[in-house]
């Protein structure tokens, strides 16, 4: 009977024990105030010494694998949002919010294995000092560096570094996770079964129990602890975020060239030549957007979260596929043995909604494809190219849309600079008429294929052809800026249409339920370049609605159905409303 008392009452006081252990939802909130100080550390790592920035790799990395439809639906929710609560240019603000997404969920990933490693600790799953902590740190992060082998490319540590920092950092992150379970289990569990009033308290200190000969235990506060894994957490993640951006490489902006930069005086083209419109008679109305897009304000639509970092010494251009033989070129020899090609052009995102800001227009400089193909003796039966960047995104082109049209180029420049990391250096295509979608950056090769082939947002699920649609927006109704001829006031309404290569023939606007009247338009900067138009409204006091439409130079009026994005582009009319 006295053993099978004590055996019950062992068994009970084992199951107070468990209970008085840290839980679930404690090992969720552990695994909140770790992942903090483990994103500012991958972050301060990646911009003082260039390791990769998980958090990014495994959203690109999603963002790869997800199916066309989730994809789509993600995108056309973050612009839904930005543009319903006005939360600045969309294409800056999309990629802040991707990188809130991808740093969110490498926290998410750092609550639910806390959670799932305290729960395993407590049922006594799993036993071994820290080697639970040491394989749950493994188990994440291994996958994810092969994860960010496979996708990243901003990274300036060699492969073998890179991948040792991402385990030695999770592994480090799992074994303290599995620290702090222990110091809030304590280490007492022979004396919580022999002394059930000691279960309650938390003890720290490696020495015997009470009456068992050892040093005296002390118990610990979890309140007061978890408070200060909370503060050490805080400081660590405000250091580290802090000192990585003031340290950081800051490659968003920069130019990868390590060579001399095509404008002589080391200035933008803009900053001091005219536009080939300059004496054009019809002026924008006030209010309207600048009609040369600066590159700082032109937008970014891509699959990166950070732009690849390419280095002009690093890349060469492999032609590939059905050719006599490979053929590889730096950017040199297409700058030097080539005659450039300046064009001004428009162009736009198919995720653009109408009277969206997904549309930008600067000056291109580059080489003729067709020129370049001359020399790089092509088989007969090659009849496409495959054109593909460093981040594995490509797309497809038919060769005789090349051989016939001298504007597809491959562009290593704009407004007489060399592109920026982020706009797709060291080389990118124009396409003429066709949305960003079908115009890859950041091109490492191009291989001639006997036959067409989806490309990679033709794969997801978006229009075959993406032919940009004729489109036309009102930038201003400008009610401070009357212009008086006469005994009659104006007011100058004004804006922008575009339709790829084809030209705007025709704008009009309406004010309310009036007859659409036609406006004026400025002579554009080139065939591929949006138009700016113009209407004096005869003044009349009180609130109006504008509505703008247009025809493009083959005579295709706007659609006027309103249709979203997806597949082919948005159509729709804009209106805008004003008090006069």
């Known amino acids: 009977m006295g053993v099978s008392d004590n055996f019950h009452g062992l068994t009970e006081d084992m199951s107070m024990e468990n209970r008085n252990q840290p839980t679930l939802i404690t090992g969720a909130l552990v695994g909140l105030l770790l992942a903090a100080p483990l994103v500012a550390i991958f972050y301060l790592a990646a911009q003082v010494i260039g390791t990769p920035f998980v958090p990014f790799d495994v959203f690109d990395w999603v963002g790869r694998v997800l199916p066309g439809g989730i994809l789509t639906f993600g995108i056309d929710t973050i612009v839904s949002v930005i543009r319903t609560f006005n939360l600045g240019e969309t294409s800056s603000a999309a990629k802040a919010a991707e990188q809130l997404l991808a740093i969110l969920g490498l926290v998410a990933t750092g609550v639910l294995v806390g959670a799932v490693l305290f729960e395993a600790l407590r049922r006594n799953v799993v036993k071994g000092s820290y080697i639970a902590g040491l394989v749950a740190g493994l188990v994440v992060g291994v996958p994810v560096m092969f994860i960010s082998r496979a996708v990243n490319q901003t990274a300036s540590t060699s492969p073998l570094v890179s991948a040792a920092w991402i385990i030695l950092a999770f592994a480090a992150w799992g074994v303290l996770l599995n620290w702090v379970y222990d110091r809030l289990a304590g280490q007492t569990n022979a ?63 920069s130019s990868g060239t390590d060579s001399t930069a095509l404008s002589s005086s080391g200035e933008a083209w803009s900053s001091s030549n005219p536009l080939p419109n300059a004496d054009a008679t019809v002026l924008p109305a006030p209010g309207t957007r600048p009609e040369f897009t600066l590159v700082k304000d032109h937008y970014r639509i891509d699959i990166n979260t950070l732009p690849p970092a390419i280095k002009e010494s690093d890349w060469q251009l492999e032609f590939t596929g059905l050719v006599e033989e490979p053929v590889n070129m730096k950017l040199a020899e297409l700058r030097d043995n080539y005659t450039p090609m300046d064009q001004f052009v428009t162009l736009a995102c198919i995720s653009n909604p109408v009277a969206g800001d997904l549309i930008g227009t600067t000056l291109w400089t580059g080489v003729p494809l067709r020129d370049i ?53 060291p080389l990118r295509i124009y396409i003429p008429n066709h949305y960003g979608m079908k115009q890859p950056k950041w091109i490492t090769s191009i291989e001639a294929i006997p036959a067409w082939e989806e490309g990679y947002w033709v794969r997801r699920g978006w229009d075959k052809d993406a032919v940009m649609r004729v489109t036309s927006v009102i930038d201003t109704v400008a009610v401070d800026d009357l212009v008086t001829v006469g005994d009659q006031q104006f007011v100058p309404v004004g804006g922008v249409a575009h339709a790829g290569d084809r030209g705007i023939s025709r704008v009009q606007v309406r004010v309310d339920d009036n007859d659409f009247v036609d406006a004026a338009l400025r002579t554009p900067m080139a065939d591929t370049t949006w138009v700016i138009w113009r209407y004096d409204w005869p003044f009349e006091a009180g609130s109006h609605t504008f509505t703008v439409r247009s025809v493009d130079g083959d005579g295709n009026a706007q659609i006027e159905t309103v249709v979203g994005v997806r597949p082919s582009g948005a159509t729709g009319l804009h209106s805008m409303s004003a008090s006069a």
């Open 373 to 425: 193909l001359k020399d790089v003796k092509l088989k007969p039966e090659a009849t496409h190219l495959r054109i593909t960047s460093v981040d594995a995104f490509d797309e497809v082109i038919d060769l005789e849309t090349v051989m016939n049209d001298e504007r597809v180029t491959l562009n290593y420049a704009w407004d007489g600079q060399p592109l920026t990391t982020s706009h797709g250096f």
């Open 191 to 253: 004396a919580a079964v022999l002394n059930p009033a000691a279960a309650t308290p938390v003890y720290e200190g490696a020495g015997a129990p009470v009456g068992m000969g050892g040093d005296s235990v002390q118990p610990i506060d979890r309140r007061r602890f978890l408070v200060t894994v909370g503060g050490a957490s805080a400081a660590i993640t405000v250091v580290g975020a802090g000192l990585g951006a003031l340290l950081g490489r800051g490659i968003a902006e």
